[in-house]
């Protein structure tokens, strides 16, 4: 099994619509992270959490919220999503600032 | 500002050759540095990674090369293969006084010819 799953692993959904996509950790860390990734573009915070009661905003949070709902679960909503939040989404794990992020597999949104 | 950077966005190599890699960051109170290897398809792979007080890291067949003098940091691929073909992302953490977050590069793809 991965350390890091994420669910949908693709989706579609209509400008205007709430969406969340879901991430699960079982490396046991309490750092957690959501990611985008834009065609030809490196990957661009939107938010980070370093424990169940902590969450900060990254570079692009704008238009997202997230919800950290134990230490193994990290959900990331649109909630009007628009055109330009079609991008790949990562979710991430990390237990501490200078220890290596594990990534899962991405979630592919498409907003129509 | 804050950046993260690629010297080049594509690198093409034959099989069997070494690969460089660069990257240049802005920030000089960086204090952690990770490559990351994103095949097709799926997310970010750790590499490497590299601490500023340290200037050469080895792995297995990668080496990472930190000169904060000029604030350049490298990924050295040796004898290249098919499998190493893909989008690599150096990445730059300014601790935790900074929030502890990760600045991504915007990536190289490397290409490995046989």
């Known amino acids: 099994d991965a350390d890091v799953t994420q669910t949908p692993r693709n989706r579609i959904t209509k400008t205007g619509k709430r969406i969340m996509l879901e991430c699960s950790q079982t490396?046991?860390?309490?750092?957690m992270y959501w990611y985008r990734q834009d065609p030809g573009l490196g990957l661009r915070l939107i938010y980070y959490s370093f424990d169940v009661k902590d969450i900060n905003k990254g570079e692009i949070s704008d238009g997202y919220s997230v919800s950290r709902q134990a230490q193994a679960k990290f959900s990331l909503s649109l909630e009007s999503a628009i055109p330009n939040q079609t991008a790949l989404y990562f979710c991430?794990?990390?237990?501490?600032?200078?220890?290596?992020?594990?990534f899962g597999q991405g979630t592919r949104l498409t907003v129509v | 500002g804050e950046s993260v950077g690629l010297h080049l966005p594509t690198l093409s190599v034959q099989e069997g050759d070494n690969s460089i890699i660069n990257c240049a960051y802005s920030n000089s109170a960086s204090d952690y540095f990770i490559w990351y290897k994103q095949e097709s398809g799926k997310g970010p792979q750790f590499i490497i990674d590299?601490?500023?007080?340290?200037d050469k890291r080895q792995g297995q067949r990668v080496t990472v090369l930190l000169n904060k003098t000029v604030k350049h940091l490298s990924l050295q691929i040796a004898a290249t293969q098919p499998g190493d073909s893909a989008v690599y992302f150096c990445?730059?953490?300014?601790?935790?006084?900074?929030?502890?977050?990760?600045?991504f590069g915007e990536g190289t793809q490397l290409t490995v010819n046989p």
């Open positions: 590299i601490r500023s007080n340290m």
């Open positions: 490396k046991g860390h309490d750092r």
């Open positions: 991430a794990t990390s237990a501490s600032w200078n220890t290596e992020a594990f």
């Open positions: 990445a730059e953490n300014m601790g935790e006084t900074s929030g502890s977050r990760l600045t």
